[in-house]
């Protein structure tokens, strides 16, 4: 059973940083793109950031030098390390893990970066 679970959401003050985990089970976790995705109330659905199974990373521009997305292939989870959070990072944070035609999403998790 394919499960991914998001965690480490909250609220934070802007400026703040969060440390989201998304612990993975039930495939080959190494073998996978790994992503971080958002939606905020009213949006689509954006990437975020994502990083390969070599290690390669990539981000959306609006976080880039702000977030880094990291994983543990040992521990079968992909983390999300945002700092200088802003509002409009404001949003329910999912990940995502892909390999050719498959694909799996986690439940998500609420980050809100409020004063």
């Known amino acids: 059973q394919v499960q991914l679970v998001e965690s480490g959401g909250g609220l934070v003050q802007p400026g703040g940083s969060l440390r989201l985990s998304c612990a993975a089970s039930?495939?080959?976790?190494?073998?996978?793109?790994m992503s971080w995705y958002r939606q905020a109330p009213g949006k689509q659905r954006e990437l975020v950031a994502s990083?390969?199974?070599?290690?390669?990373?990539n981000y959306a521009d609006s976080v880039k030098g702000r977030f880094t997305i990291s994983r543990d292939n040992a521990k079968n989870t992909v983390y999300l390390q945002m700092n200088s959070l802003k509002p409009e990072d404001t949003a329910v944070y999912y990940c995502?893990?892909?390999?050719?035609?498959?694909?799996?999403w986690g439940q998500g998790t609420q980050v809100t970066v409020s004063s």
């Open positions: 995502k893990a892909r390999r050719m035609a498959y694909e799996y």
């Open positions: 039930g495939f080959t976790f190494s073998s996978y793109v």
């Open positions: 990083i390969t199974t070599g290690g390669t990373t």
